[in-house]
Every structure is written in structure tokens, then in C-alpha cells.
């Protein structure tokens, strides 16, 4: 293998040219590309745009397919794509990141994240969008890699570069807009947001000046933060049936894998629903529904341990008595409410 000119160097790493079609990329200390590049194959393989890749038998070099084009980064530089469009791509990447199983965790919630997706690791090549640099992969929730990148365009954002401060701060917002209701940050205090600082602040690529920042710039994605809340109240007679619930996606079921019978735990978290991809009824926790009562016919109510939900809508209204759910909370089934769509209205509220 004839190596050529060093293309470019990153923060740990050098790009080094092979020839038209390849480059060779080398950790500077050493490191193993191999989780890497399993990683990038994995992706491949589902649809997610990712440079080829192939091994070179040495643990801290990877070869990879040669890119044409601008980074994200220097093509909003010359201004041959806006923030607002910038946020729309890199927002596109992130829910098509996640919707691509993990590769090696079996827990539901979890999936294969980036953990450093901003401008500058994103090829604009003219088959599309191309992510690179995946040497900080992991898998987990993917609100984590939302914070990562948030937190990534707010430290530049509050920068003293005036040049692109507003830039980043109007992409930031612009990312936040596209997160939708699916994505939750949490706070600097706690959850996605506070996950991120520590791990920015344990970066050791990192300057003292960057990591002097990190306050102001995680106060920044909490104020750009959308906080979207559902209620929803009985048609017929707009009682509300749930306080303000989060929007989530619809969590993949556990099933019974202990003998004998027991009870199975919620599908939902407390505070969050889900439309069914299958059905379009909304999915719920058991105790996030309040103002109903059981149906009158007794026909309904059946099951061994609790009702099973499947002789018709058995949760009323109880303030006129319009059928509104149905709910499962027998013990061969995960305890859930379904709402009818036609039975109940909805009312969203935003804020930022």
C-alpha cells in the first residue's frame, strides 16, 4: 500500500491519500479501528450514508472509500447552504441514525450514536449528505447524541468568534426546531443535556477555553429547548382524560420469559404516549389516565389476572359515558391504555 499526501488532520487522527478512490486514516496514538469500522459497515448495510470501509490490518489505520465534495462546514463558510438548511440535514441524519437498530445492545431504547455529528463531520457529496468520523461511537438513548450535537453548535455559538457565533446560534435553533417532541434533553441538572457536559468536559481534546464555556453553552440548548405537552380530554364532552403527556415513540414490547404468571411491566414510561404504527390509537401508561371509569356491560371486562382488552372498548368517560379506551393489564400482557383517536380530542401546547 503506497501512501501519499496527508489530506487533512483532525484532533486525534491524519487522512492520508491512497489514490482516486481510497484515503488511509491513522490515529496519532494509537488506538483500535476495528468497533469502528464494524460500526460503519453496520450502517452500511441499513442505508445510513457512511464511507465504505475495509481494514488494513493494523488496529489504529482504516481505509476508507475517498469523498468528493465540501464538509457541512465549509460549505455554509462560502455560503452554499444556510444555517436553517444545515440544522434540517444534520437533524435528517440524526433520526435516520436512530432509526437503525443497534448493533450489539439488546436493550429497545437504545441505538447506535455518533456522539460528535456537527458540520464538520459531515461530507456534502453529490450522491447526498455522508457522516464521517465515527471514532466516539456508541450505543444508548438517542437524546444523548441530540445533546452532543446541541452542545457541540452552543459552545460555538457562545464563543468570542463573532464570525460564526450567530451562525451556530441560529443553526442551534434551528436543530432544536427539527428535534420534535420524540427528543428529550433534560436539563444541565440531569438527563441527555448534563450527560453531554460531563462527557465534553472529560474530553481531552478540548481546550481551556472550550471547557470554559461549557456553563453558557448548556444554558444555551436549555433556553433553545421546544417542550411539547399533549392532553387529551373525551370528545363528546371535552372532560380531560390525561395531563400534559410527551410524545415518544412507541417502545418495542417486552415479553414473558419467567414461568408462571406474573405481571409484565408498563409499555410506556409515566408522562409520555405513542401513536401505534399499526392501529393509530394512542398508547399510554395505565395511571396516566384519570376522568373514566369501567363499561357498564360486563362482557367486556374479561381476562384471567386483569382485563385482556379484547372484547371492545371497555374505559368510559365518566362524566357522560362515551367510550374513549381500552386497557390491558392482564398478567400475559404489558400493562397499557389505548385511546380511541375518534373518541378523544387533543391539545398541544409548545414552548421554547
Do not use: K
Amino acid at each position: 500500500m503506497q501512501i501519499g499526501q496527508l489530506l487533512g488532520s483532525g484532533r486525534s487522527a491524519d487522512v492520508f491519500e491512497l489514490d482516486d478512490d481510497w484515503v488511509l486514516r491513522r490515529y496519532r496514538h494509537g488506538g483500535d479501528a476495528a468497533a469502528e469500522a464494524a460500526v460503519m459497515a453496520h450502517l452500511s448495510a441499513r442505508g445510513f450514508p457512511v464511507p465504505a470501509v475495509r481494514s488494513t490490518g493494523t488496529p489504529s489505520e482504516l481505509v476508507m472509500q475517498r469523498l468528493s465534495g465540501a464538509t457541512m462546514l465549509q460549505a455554509w463558510r462560502d455560503g452554499a447552504i444556510t444555517e436553517e438548511d444545515a440544522a434540517a440535514v444534520l437533524a435528517e441524519l440524526l433520526h435516520h441514525l436512530h432509526s437503525v437498530p443497534a448493533r450489539v445492545s439488546a436493550l429497545p431504547e437504545d441505538r447506535i450514536l455518533h456522539l460528535d455529528l456537527h458540520p464538520d463531520n459531515v461530507m456534502l457529496t453529490p450522491q447526498g449528505p455522508v457522516v464521517i468520523d465515527w471514532c466516539t461511537t456508541e450505543e444508548g438513548p438517542p437524546g444523548l447524541d441530540w445533546a452532543m450535537s446541541a452542545l457541540i453548535l452552543a459552545q460555538v455559538a457562545v464563543g468570542p468568534s463573532t464570525e460564526v457565533a450567530a451562525g451556530a446560534r441560529s443553526m442551534l435553533t434551528a436543530l432544536m426546531g427539527h428535534a420534535g417532541t420524540f427528543v428529550d434533553l433534560g436539563d444541565g441538572q440531569a438527563g441527555p443535556l448534563a450527560q453531554a457536559r460531563a462527557r465534553r468536559a472529560a474530553d481531552p481534546n478540548l481546550s481551556s477555553q472550550e471547557l470554559a464555556l461549557l456553563d453558557d453553552a448548556v444554558a444555551l440548548v436549555s433556553s433553545r429547548r421546544i417542550v411539547a405537552m399533549t392532553v387529551f380530554s373525551c370528545s363528546a364532552c371535552q372532560q380531560r382524560i390525561t395531563s400534559g403527556l410527551r410524545e415518544v415513540p412507541l417502545p418495542s414490547p417486552v415479553t414473558e420469559d419467567v414461568p408462571g404468571h406474573r405481571f409484565l411491566p408498563s409499555l410506556m414510561p409515566r408522562g409520555s404516549y405513542a401513536v401505534s404504527p399499526h392501529t393509530g390509537v394512542f398508547v399510554l401508561d395505565p395511571d396516566d389516565i384519570s376522568g373514566v371509569a369501567r363499561h357498564p356491560d360486563r362482557g367486556r371486562l374479561n381476562g384471567c389476572c386483569g382485563l385482556d382488552g379484547l372484547d371492545g372498548p371497555h374505559l368510559v368517560c365518566d362524566a357522560c359515558g362515551a367510550e374513549v379506551a381500552t386497557q390491558q393489564s392482564d398478567c400475559w400482557s404489558q400493562q397499557l391504555v389505548a385511546l380511541i383517536p375518534d373518541a378523544v380530542t387533543m391539545a398541544v401546547s409548545s414552548s421554547a
